[in-house]
C-alpha cells in the first residue's frame, strides 16, 4: 500500500490503539505508527515515537528517509508530515498532508480524542501552531 492509502485506512479510527501516550497527546505515536505500517512494507525497522521533539530529531536524522522541505514550501504531496515540535511547556503536533492544503492527525478535543480525523489546513495549522502559540512549522517528505 501505498503511504496514501495507510493514511487513509485510519482517518476516522484511533490509529495507535495501543495508548503508549495518552490519546490527547498521541499525534507523534500515530504519526510514526503509520510511518512503522508503511516502512515495514519495504523491510525498514522505524520505531514508535511518543514525542513531537523526539520525532522532529528522527526526522531531522534519517536523511536516508526524510527530507526536510525548505520555506517557502511549494509542491507539498500527499504524505508529507507537519510538524511543530514541543517546545518545553508548548505543546506542538504533528500530522500528514491529504493533500497540497488537508491535514490529517489525532485529535485531541473530546469528542473525538485519539481519532486521527481531517482537522486542518495548511493555513489553520500556521495559524494556531505558528502564530498563535509561537511555534515553528516544519515540513518533511518521506523519500522511500
Known amino acids: 500500500m501505498s503511504l496514501k492509502d495507510i493514511i487513509e485506512k485510519y482517518i476516522g479510527q ?14 507523534a505515536e500515530t504519526v510514526t ?12 525497522n522505524f520505531p514508535v515515537i511518543l514525542g513531537t521533539a523526539d520525532l522532529y530529531k528522527t526526522l531531522l536524522s534519517r536523511t536516508d528517509l526524510f527530507k526536510k522541505l525548505e520555506e517557502p514550501v511549494t509542491g507539498i504531496w500527499a504524505g508529507d508530515i507537519v510538524i511543530s515540535p514541543t517546545d518545553g511547556d508548548n505543546i506542538g503536533h504533528t500530522g500528514f498532508y491529504l493533500n497540497a492544503t488537508d491535514i490529517v492527525s489525532n485529535s485531541s478535543l473530546e469528542p473525538n480524542s485519539g481519532k486521527f480525523i481531517h482537522n486542518y489546513t495548511r493555513t489553520t495549522w500556521r495559524n494556531y501552531y505558528h502564530y498563535y502559540k509561537g511555534l515553528p512549522v516544519y515540513i518533511f517528505r518521506v523519500l522511500v
Open 33 to 44: 505508527t503509520i510511518l512503522k505500517e508503511y516502512l515495514a512494507q519495504k523491510d525498514i
Open 14 to 27: 484511533d490509529a495507535s490503539p495501543k495508548d503508549l501516550a495518552p490519546d490527547r497527546l498521541a499525534c
